[in-house]
Structure formats: structure tokens, C-alpha cells
């Protein structure tokens, strides 16, 4: 294959991999609207940080962008946060405001398998670092190696929270059987 | 959840996705055969991907999204100036060689300057991609009042889309594309088994240009102006043929 023009070399980088990107960012902010405003900002950043990027995986080096312009609008301050007006979330396993509500969504409309709305609702119910190594692992198949990258995570965290998006998604689906 | 809890469990899941040797993977399948909160671990674990892999929760990016981030990093990138210059002096040479010109562009296609070299490659790179499973047409129709109207809104331009199904080049669809930086609309057409991409987007210069053409990595490529778009054709088709198929299109009203 030709190489990329000389002058392309971004587009080259990214272009592939804009699907990954909205996906991941589609699913962290479960809300089509919020993802494209987080892509919008991500390609700004990648645009500005691209002549920085000496790496060797642009997958994992955008992937890294979007996920932390989505974090950068959800917990736009990490550690003692400000309470929302609405009702404080219930420190637990799932917190509240982490439970999506589908018919919000006018996207959920469309998705008329019983199966796959089943399926969107119990991840979309995950926390949202589990929901975000469970879709990287199983949406996006990546190793373990790339999430941890993607993730600023120890490969043993990405383990551990694949393992518990799985286990909550197991007894999800038991609880509530199609 | 059984409440039962084993420590090997996350080397269970770490086989189950593929991450450990085959070394770890003998000493996994000793351990399992005496432990069943990793035998039923292994079953959940199929479970979970079947749940999700079944149910077709990819979020592609829908192509409103897509043009507007190829827009936005189009509107970052000025045009290489080189490439400019060379368009400028085509087009003063265009003048200075009359209309004499314009009677032999029929007849004999003119090769393309070496300058033109990098969108030559980048439009063969763009074909080829496009070649990849599902990504050759974001519309399929072979109707062109389906094809034309699907890229209102998407670009800021009305691409000519013409039917060429009589001179034996139908039209297979359409799609969004990125070339020397900015969204561009590639037309789909086939020729038997052969697939030609041909890309538009306008031109200041208003004059109708003489078919050009070049050859990169076995594709052939012909390039031409008319009514204020630039075109490329690039295919796998024989010179010939790709020369007959832009003929056709310049000849169809």
C-alpha cells in the first residue's frame, strides 16, 4: 500500500480508528449527544498533541485522549466533589446516578431486540470503570496490555475490574432472565 | 454469585481472554480439574460473551458525526502549499495552451505532473481502504437519486452523481471519504468484477480540465475537471477501461 502523504499523517493515525472512539466514548457517557461533544474536544486535544505522539499505537493513544475528555466532563473533580442538586448517589456497588434510564435515550427506540436492549441496559448499568474495561475487552476485543494503557491502570486492576463488570453482569441477568 | 471464591479465578478469566502461556495454561487445567468455582467461573465467563457479543452493541460513528470531525480537522490544515502551487501553474498553463488543447484532451490523456505524486498515493490508500470489508459504501443503491440526495448535509458541496449503468459502469453507492484535507464524496461504480472509486470536490478554477492519469501500486488513476469539481477515478481496471469509464462520465450529460 502507498504511504500516507507526508501531510496526512494524522488523518492517517486517527481516521481508523474513529469508530473505537465513539464507541468508547458512546458508552462511557451513554448518551449520543454528550459523546459527540466529548469526540468534538478529543480530536481538538489529539490535534494539539499529535506532534508530541511518538508512539507506536495510535489506537491507544486516541482511545487515551477520548477517555479522558469523557472523565474530564464526569468527574470534572475527582476527590471531595461538589453534591449534585439532584439526590446524592448511595455509595455502593452501583450508584444511582450510574443506572441509566433507557427511555431517555431516543437512540433505545430504535433498538428493538429484546436480547440486545437487555444487553445495553446491564452495561450500561456498570460502574463506569467497569463498564469501560468491559467494553474496551469485549467490544472493542483489546488485550489487557492496551486497556491498561488506555485506562492509566495497573494490568492487575484491569483484571479485577473485568472481573467484577462480568460478575455484576452475571447476576444482573439472573435476577432479571430474558 | 455463589458467595464461593477461589484466588485463581482471574487466571481462569486471563485464559479466557487469551492472556497466558501455555505454561500457566497446564498448571490452570491441573488446578480446575479439583476446583469447581473455576469450572463454573469458565462457564459464566462464556456467558457473559455470549450475552454481549450476541447482542450487536458496537457504536460505530454515524456519519453526521463523522463529517463533522473531518471537518474539524479539516479546518485546522491549510492546504500543503505545494500541491497549491502546482495547481496554479497548471492552471496558468491551461491558458497559455489555448483551446487547441481542449479538442486533443479528447483523444490523448496527459500524464500527471510527478508533483501530483502525494494525492495520487493518498487516493489509492483511501481506495484500497475502502476495499476492506464494509467500508466501500456508507450508501448502497444503484439509484442516483438515492445517492445524491444521501450527501445533503454531509458535505458542503452537491456532488454530480451520474448513471453510467448503459456504457457498463454501474453505480454500486456512495460514501463520505477524507482526501487532501477535506471530506470528499466517493462515488462507487463497477466494471464485472472490478470496483472504481471515483472522488469529488470542488475546484475554485472553474475551467474544464483534460484528463490526466497516472499509475501507483498497480491502481490505475485519471484525473479530470469539469463544472467547477475536481475528479479522480482509481481502480484496479485496466488503463484502458478506466479511460473509456472517464470518458463516459465527461460525455453524460
Same mark, same amino acid.
Given at each position: 500500500?502507498?504511504?500516507?502523504?507526508?501531510?496526512?499523517?494524522?488523518?492517517?493515525?486517527?481516521?481508523?480508528?474513529?469508530?473505537?472512539?465513539?464507541?468508547?466514548?458512546?458508552?462511557?457517557?451513554?448518551?449520543?449527544?454528550?459523546?459527540?461533544?466529548?469526540?468534538?474536544?478529543?480530536?481538538?486535544?489529539?490535534?494539539?498533541?499529535?506532534?508530541?505522539?511518538?508512539?507506536?499505537?495510535?489506537?491507544?493513544?486516541?482511545?487515551?485522549?477520548?477517555?479522558?475528555?469523557?472523565?474530564?466532563?464526569?468527574?470534572?473533580?475527582?476527590?471531595?466533589?461538589?453534591?449534585?442538586?439532584?439526590?446524592?448517589?448511595?455509595?455502593?456497588?452501583?450508584?444511582?446516578?450510574?443506572?441509566?434510564?433507557?427511555?431517555?435515550?431516543?437512540?433505545?427506540?430504535?433498538?428493538?431486540?429484546?436480547?440486545?436492549?437487555?444487553?445495553?441496559?446491564?452495561?450500561?448499568?456498570?460502574?463506569?470503570?467497569?463498564?469501560?474495561?468491559?467494553?474496551?475487552?469485549?467490544?472493542?476485543?483489546?488485550?489487557?496490555?492496551?486497556?491498561?494503557?488506555?485506562?492509566?491502570?495497573?494490568?492487575?486492576?484491569?483484571?479485577?475490574?473485568?472481573?467484577?463488570?462480568?460478575?455484576?453482569?452475571?447476576?444482573?441477568?439472573?435476577?432479571?432472565?430474558? | 454469585?455463589?458467595?464461593?471464591?477461589?484466588?485463581?479465578?482471574?487466571?481462569?478469566?486471563?485464559?479466557?481472554?487469551?492472556?497466558?502461556?501455555?505454561?500457566?495454561?497446564?498448571?490452570? %487445567?491441573?488446578? #480446575?480439574? *479439583?476446583?469447581?468455582?473455576?469450572?463454573?467461573? =469458565? &462457564?459464566?465467563? @462464556?456467558?457473559?460473551?455470549? /450475552? $454481549?457479543?450476541?447482542?450487536?452493541?458496537?457504536?460505530?460513528?454515524?456519519?453526521?458525526?463523522?463529517?463533522?470531525?473531518?471537518?474539524?480537522?479539516?479546518?485546522?490544515?491549510?492546504?500543503?502549499?505545494?500541491?497549491?502551487?502546482?495547481? %496554479?501553474?497548471? #492552471?496558468? *498553463?491551461?491558458?497559455?495552451?489555448?483551446?487547441? =488543447? &481542449?479538442?486533443? @484532451?479528447?483523444?490523448?490523456? /496527459? $500524464?500527471?505532473?510527478?508533483?501530483?505524486?502525494?494525492?495520487?498515493?493518498?487516493?489509492?490508500?483511501?481506495?484500497?481502504?475502502?476495499?476492506?470489508?464494509?467500508?466501500?459504501?456508507?450508501?448502497?443503491?444503484?439509484?442516483?437519486?438515492?445517492?445524491?440526495?444521501?450527501?445533503?448535509?454531509?458535505?458542503?458541496?452537491?456532488?454530480?452523481?451520474?448513471?453510467?449503468?448503459?456504457?457498463?459502469?454501474?453505480?454500486?453507492?456512495?460514501?463520505?471519504?477524507?482526501?487532501?484535507?477535506?471530506?470528499?464524496?466517493?462515488?462507487?461504480?463497477?466494471?464485472?468484477?472490478?470496483?472504481?472509486?471515483?472522488?469529488?470536490?470542488?475546484?475554485?478554477?472553474?475551467?474544464?480540465?483534460?484528463?490526466?492519469?497516472?499509475?501507483?501500486?498497480?491502481?490505475?488513476?485519471?484525473?479530470?475537471?469539469?463544472?467547477?469539481?475536481?475528479?479522480?477515478?482509481?481502480?484496479?481496471?485496466?488503463?484502458?477501461?478506466?479511460?473509456?469509464?472517464?470518458?463516459?462520465?465527461?460525455?453524460?450529460?
Amino acid at each position: 500500500m502507498a504511504a500516507a502523504a507526508p501531510d496526512g499523517k494524522f488523518e492517517a493515525a486517527v481516521l481508523p480508528h474513529l469508530d473505537a472512539a465513539h464507541n468508547l466514548a458512546r458508552w462511557l457517557m451513554r448518551d449520543s449527544a454528550a459523546a459527540e461533544d466529548v469526540l468534538q474536544e478529543a480530536i481538538v486535544r489529539a490535534l494539539t498533541y499529535f506532534p508530541g505522539f511518538r508512539g507506536v499505537n495510535p489506537r491507544a493513544w486516541l482511545l487515551q485522549i477520548v477517555r479522558n475528555t469523557a472523565y474530564g466532563i464526569l468527574k470534572p473533580n475527582r476527590g471531595p466533589t461538589l453534591v449534585p442538586i439532584a439526590a446524592e448517589p448511595e455509595p455502593g456497588a452501583i450508584a444511582e446516578d450510574e443506572l441509566v434510564s433507557p427511555e431517555a435515550d431516543p437512540e433505545m427506540a430504535l433498538i428493538c431486540s429484546r436480547d440486545r436492549r437487555r444487553a445495553y441496559e446491564l452495561i450500561a448499568a456498570l460502574p463506569l470503570e467497569l463498564r469501560e474495561a468491559l467494553v474496551l475487552r469485549e467490544l472493542e476485543e483489546l488485550p489487557y496490555k492496551e486497556i491498561a494503557e488506555i485506562t492509566h491502570t495497573p494490568i492487575g486492576t484491569v483484571m479485577s475490574r473485568l472481573w467484577r463488570a462480568r460478575r455484576l453482569l452475571i447476576d444482573a441477568a439472573r435476577e432479571q432472565p430474558a | 454469585m455463589t458467595g464461593e471464591h477461589c484466588d485463581k479465578v482471574l487466571l481462569v478469566q486471563a485464559e479466557f481472554d487469551g492472556e497466558i502461556d501455555a505454561a500457566q495454561a497446564a498448571e490452570l %487445567a491441573a488446578h #480446575r480439574a *479439583g476446583c469447581p468455582v473455576c469450572r463454573a467461573a =469458565a &462457564a459464566e465467563l @462464556a456467558q457473559t460473551r455470549e /450475552l $454481549l457479543r450476541g447482542a450487536d452493541l458496537y457504536q460505530p460513528m454515524p456519519d453526521a458525526v463523522r463529517g463533522t470531525i473531518l471537518s474539524r480537522i479539516a479546518a485546522t490544515r491549510p492546504a500543503p502549499p505545494a500541491r497549491r502551487r502546482w495547481f %496554479a501553474g497548471w #492552471r496558468q *498553463g491551461w491558458i497559455g495552451f489555448g483551446l487547441g =488543447a &481542449a479538442c486533443a @484532451a479528447g483523444l490523448a490523456f /496527459l $500524464l500527471l505532473a510527478p508533483s501530483q505524486q502525494p494525492l495520487v498515493e493518498e487516493l489509492v490508500a483511501s481506495h484500497i481502504r475502502a476495499l476492506q470489508p464494509g467500508h466501500l459504501e456508507d450508501v448502497v443503491s444503484t439509484d442516483r437519486h438515492t445517492v445524491k440526495p444521501w450527501f445533503d448535509g454531509r458535505l458542503d458541496f452537491a456532488p454530480p452523481v451520474k448513471d453510467l449503468a448503459a456504457a457498463g459502469f454501474p453505480l454500486k453507492g456512495g460514501r463520505l471519504d477524507y482526501v487532501d484535507g477535506r471530506p470528499v464524496a466517493a462515488l462507487v461504480y463497477q466494471r464485472d468484477k472490478h470496483l472504481i472509486d471515483l472522488f469529488v470536490w470542488p475546484e475554485s478554477s472553474r475551467l474544464a480540465g483534460a484528463p490526466r492519469e497516472a499509475t501507483e501500486s498497480g491502481y490505475n488513476v485519471v484525473h479530470w475537471s469539469a463544472d467547477g469539481m475536481t475528479l479522480w477515478a482509481v481502480s484496479d481496471l485496466e488503463a484502458g477501461q478506466l479511460a473509456d469509464f472517464a470518458r463516459d462520465w465527461r460525455q453524460k450529460p
